[in-house]
């Protein structure tokens, strides 16, 4: 895809002796110094107008991200931070990293695939893909809603809106517009 591969063998061997090169945690080195793992270069997921590989992991300085392709969204499955050897985690450790970033980072790495008009594919310039990337956006479905109002309900009193933003990774202007239409569904 756009990035290089990464490959620390061993090579495998198909049902006719051939070795080939593995299709499982397949590793890139990303523009800024991380490294990509995908989980399975054989599992692609639509993204936008595009297809990507389904689930992939960013891995930083102690930081990793897994990502997963669901619903035609990449979305964040979770974060791990570990501390260095010299110092403890900080406050400031936690704010820089940023989800967004990272996603962009990530998927500019492994690429976006899309068709022309007669059927070929082929992988779209880190401009357009940025533009999906970005565009991407979740759609409002009742399966949404119900789990806005589940998260809503088992977060404490003054950590709801807090709870769906952190579940959804949205901004706080997002959360409270998805708590208001879980309300008028009548799902809260």
């Not at 979740?138 to 809603?145: G, H, Q, S």
Request: net charge neutral; proline share 3%; with cysteine.
């Amino acid at each position: 895809m756009s990035s290089e591969r990464i490959f620390d063998g061993p090579w495998e061997k198909d049902d006719d002796g051939w070795e080939t090169v593995p299709t499982k945690n397949v590793k890139y080195r990303a523009s800024d110094g991380g490294i990509v793992v995908v989980d399975d270069t054989g599992d692609y997921a639509a993204i936008g107008d595009g297809f990507a590989f389904r689930k992939c992991a960013y891995h930083r300085d102690g930081v990793s991200v897994a990502w997963e392709i669901r619903d035609g969204t990449p979305q964040c499955l979770g974060v791990m931070v570990r501390a260095s050897e010299d110092a403890g985690l900080r406050t400031k450790d936690l704010h820089a990293i940023r989800l967004d970033d990272i996603r962009e980072i990530v998927y500019l790495t492994i690429g976006i695939g899309t068709f022309s008009s007669n059927g070929e594919d082929y992988e779209m310039q880190p401009r357009d893909a940025r533009k999906v990337v970005a565009g991407v956006r979740r759609k409002v479905t009742p399966a949404l809603l119900k789990r806005v109002a589940e998260i809503h309900r088992a977060a404490p009193e003054g950590r709801r809106v807090a709870a769906v933003k952190a579940a959804f990774d949205v901004h706080e202007r997002t959360a409270l517009r998805y708590i208001k239409q879980a309300r008028e569904a009548r799902y809260l």
